[in-house]
């Protein structure tokens, strides 16, 4: 039997473990009966379901274009060539990503193969999405590469093997990018960020906001080690990011260097390696998921390295009050407005009123500050909704002396509770012009 509340939208299925979708439209009425008083506002509205099922492309960008072996969205294009199942050329703003097609790498008998592309096909094609099948073979070991490319630009890449694929010595995703336009490297660790030289750089999959988990001895209790799940190379004008989900079915040797970056001996690319497996495993079975994700990901007015943003403060000494003609963007935070980080339906309107108004008048763009992967007991839904909504393993952070917990992104019932509570109570009623999504702390982020 389950041990956490069904899912809004699913029911248990005996024997599996899981739970799997049903019509909605069959769902709400049942669970609105059965739950005592009115339904709550976030629940029944039906914008987010609108949303969610159009086939919509949001302005400025456009919709996904195909061609032959080739994709293209706003301001990027990414093309595929018979040497490699993975892209051959990633373009942003006409400028080459790539200095050689990336390769997906077979070590087997001692003996590196190149997993060729000998099978594309569009399988599914929408204004804001396309999905494609990749297939190629060697060292009689066959791939499926499965890939969703989304109008904003993100590829989800699956790569699948068969329950025949057999053993190998290692595997590799290797991307060589040109070292004189990438020069810097950002990752989802606090530490792991800066300009690339000629020391290897090892990232680790979990990690602090200040060292490696190995070396946690004085770290807070306070403070979870997170995953380190997205990566991104680049200059200050464009780049590569790279997002992963599970290390599940990897074999790296070590999981504090999942992924490396390093010069080429010439030094004139700078590699990405992804260190899928690095010992004698059996493919059989196995799945891998890459997300690649070209920058920018939508149009940037001409002077936006001179565009400035900074907290909201009322004293004399801060930037927003000594030269507002200079600022574009004023962050405001919680404290005072919110209680917790993620509370979106308790705000003191009097006080983000007064904020907007005082950002507005002086024609600074107000943005609302908050972090949607944390839930506490500061929200009234907390104790009814916890055993749906809360991540498993528990990674609780303290704040203002509340846990606020990770939540787990998947419930659609979590879903509909923050679109409503910020797009509509916060956003649309206090005429923002968007949010600041905070991750720090996001602990682990699949679930």
Known sequence: ?????????????????????????????????????????????????????????????????????????????????????????????????????????????????????????????????????????????????????????????????????????????????????????????????????????????????????????????????????????????????????TLEHWAPETENAFCTIFRSADKRRVIYTINLVERPVSLAGRTFQIGLQATPIKPLPPDYHSMLTTSWRWEDWAALQQFPDNIDVAIIWPPGIMRGLNDPYHINAEALERHVKHCHERGVAALFSGCPQKISPFSEEFEAWKEEWLNLPESVLDWEGAPHYQNCGRPYSLRKWLFYGWAKEVVERFGLEGIYYDGWQAGTMAC
């Open 1 to 245: 039997m389950p041990t956490r509340r069904t899912p809004l939208g699913h029911r248990y299925v005996a024997g599996t473990g899981r739970w799997s979708a049903i019509a909605l439209a069959a769902v709400i009425p049942a669970f609105l009966a059965a739950e005592e008083g009115a339904a709550p506002r976030w629940l029944t509205d039906q914008t987010y379901d609108t949303y969610a099922s159009q086939d919509r492309v949001l302005k400025p960008w456009t919709p996904v274009q195909v061609g032959d072996r080739r994709i293209a969205v706003w301001g990027r294009v990414t093309t595929w060539r018979p040497e490699s199942i993975l892209p051959a050329s990633i373009t942003s703003q006409g400028v080459e990503l790539l200095a050689e097609p990336m390769r997906l790498v077979i070590t087997r008998g001692g003996q590196e193969h190149f997993v060729p592309l000998q099978h594309w096909r569009v399988t599914e094609q929408k204004k804001s999405a396309v999905s494609i099948v990749a297939r190629g073979r060697v060292a009689g070991v066959s791939t499926q590469a499965d890939i969703l490319a989304e109008y904003d630009g993100f590829m989800l890449i699956t790569l699948k093997f068969p329950d025949t694929a057999g053993d190998v010595d290692a595997v590799h995703i290797v991307a060589g990018m040109p070292a004189a336009t990438t020069t810097l490297y950002q990752t989802f660790a606090r530490p792991m960020a800066g300009w690339i030289g000629d020391s290897p750089i090892k990232l680790a999959w979990m990690s602090g906001e200040s060292q490696p988990v190995e070396n946690l001895e004085h770290w807070s209790r306070s403070f979870d080690p997170i995953a380190n799940f997205y990566h991104w190379l680049g200059n200050e004008d464009r780049g590569l990011g790279f997002a992963y989900t």
